[in-house]
């Protein structure tokens, strides 16, 4: 597709850009929903509260806990970071806090969705095994490197309490435990449990997923795939296969998105000439952006978030070299570099159907959500404390019995007036 220098027709330049982020937003919009639905249903099911107790060493079985509690949790990367930390201050292994926190930004539902929407299967599947082979390799680093007194001088700075971001979406636990997991779900308490957990979601990501947007719609409308290829050296098909993955985590460091947001962005890189590998190395660094080293630093010391960011990066370049050398093998890496980073134009075809019907599940969410005590708990996202949201738990199921007592009673009514 032909590109537009803003300098010389900024006009153009920039509604082809607004065009784009558009149309990469109307493509994923259905899928967003989706999977925000199914995180918000296994989070609704799922204690947050048992977390530590679960998570106590470093085992492969401590470990393997830890990326499912993770994989069925939010995937908001400044949440999960913010969890890590409470999992650790409240006895949890400090290695099995880290293997959560990965899991819960790579190997969650919604994040393969859009992969599989925008970019192929292939893709969704390289995040998946990339994101446990990435972990374990992060694993075997701590227990060579990281040594006690590291260990101890996080725990120290991590008891201090410092904040982060999203912090009240950390500690907010507002899971159903009574009853099988259908009755959970279809329960009223379940119902609302999940409204909740799909607004606070969508409230933690949609600045992520906008900016990531803009930024992708505008390098693609702006950046000639001359300059990509050149960048990605495409034309040395070995070099450039190296060379994506330990460039890949760097372009994202500095763009500053994070969680599904990085995706449309990964989508403009990968059509630009970036390695299969280097897209999967791309998408790992969403918990090495600069604002969440930042979070790091305040958590854990200075001399530990230097540790964790090295041994972050050589997790994920590993990773991605071990997936692309692995998927040429198998034969899984697509031959062609065609992402979906924009359509001709908004048809009436099986994705405006979709976006069509999950935007009306969307409405049942958020209409619930109000309904039922939910704009309070949007004020404590960021600074709540523990108490504020065991309070705004109870006040959510004072808000379920509450509904369904007015139900019951303007039933009754209209029994009594259709009596008469």
Not at 31 to 50: D, P, R
Not at 66 to 88: E, K, T, W
Not at 96 to 118: C, H, K, P
Not at 283 to 312: C, E, Q
């Amino acid at each position: 597709m032909n590109t537009i220098n803003p300098f010389s027709d900024p006009i153009n330049g920039i509604f082809l850009a607004l065009s784009m982020t558009f149309s990469m937003f109307w493509e994923i919009l259905w899928a967003l929903i989706l999977g925000f639905t199914l995180s918000g249903i296994v989070q609704a099911v799922i204690s947050k509260g048992e977390m530590s107790r679960l998570l106590p060493d470093a085992s492969p079985k401590s470990i393997a806990v830890a990326c499912g509690l993770g994989a069925a949790s939010s995937s908001c990367s400044y949440a999960s970071v913010a969890l890590a930390r409470s999992i650790f201050r409240k006895g949890g292994n400090f290695t099995a806090a880290i293997a959560f926190q990965f899991a819960s930004t790579n190997l969650v539902i919604e994040l393969g969705i859009i992969l599989a929407v925008l970019m192929g299967w292939q893709f969704t599947l390289a995040e998946y095994v990339g994101g446990l082979l990435m972990i374990a390799i992060l694993v075997f680093l701590f227990k060579v490197f990281l040594k006690p007194q590291m260990v101890k001088a996080a725990k120290q700075q991590a008891n201090r309490g410092l904040s982060g971001k999203m912090e009240g979406h950390a500690n907010m636990d507002m899971s159903v435990t009574e009853g099988s997991i259908w009755q959970r779900i279809f329960s009223d308490k379940g119902f609302t449990s999940i409204s909740h957990y799909f607004v606070m979601d969508w409230v933690s990501v949609w600045l992520d997923i906008a900016l990531g947007l803009v930024i992708a719609g505008a390098l693609a409308a702006w950046v000639s795939n001359d300059f990509w290829q050149a960048f990605f050296l495409t034309d040395h098909p070995i070099w450039s296969k190296l060379w994506g993955p330990i460039v890949g985590p760097i372009v994202a460091i500095f763009s500053f998105v994070c969680s599904v947001g990085n995706v449309p962005l990964a989508a403009v890189l990968w059509n630009g000439g970036i390695s299969f590998g280097g897209v999967v190395a791309f998408i790992f660094a969403d918990l090495i952006i600069l604002p969440i080293l930042n979070i790091y630093r305040k958590y854990y010391g200075l001399k530990v978030s230097i540790f964790l960011a090295i041994a972050f990066y050589a997790a994920m370049v590993s990773a991605a070299l071990i997936i692309e050398i692995l998927f040429q093998i198998l034969g899984l890496i697509p031959q062609e570099h065609k992402a979906k980073v924009v359509e001709a134009s908004i048809q009436f075809n099986y994705t405006t159907v979709l976006n069509i019907l999950f935007l009306a599940l969307a409405t049942l969410l958020v209409a619930r959500f109000f309904k039922t005590g939910g704009p309070n708990m949007l004020r404590m996202m960021d600074n709540g404390s523990e108490q504020e949201h065991s309070e705004h738990h109870n006040m959510m199921h004072y808000a379920v019995r509450k509904t369904r007592k007015k139900s019951v009673r303007n039933l009754e009514a209209n029994i009594y007036n259709h009596g008469n």
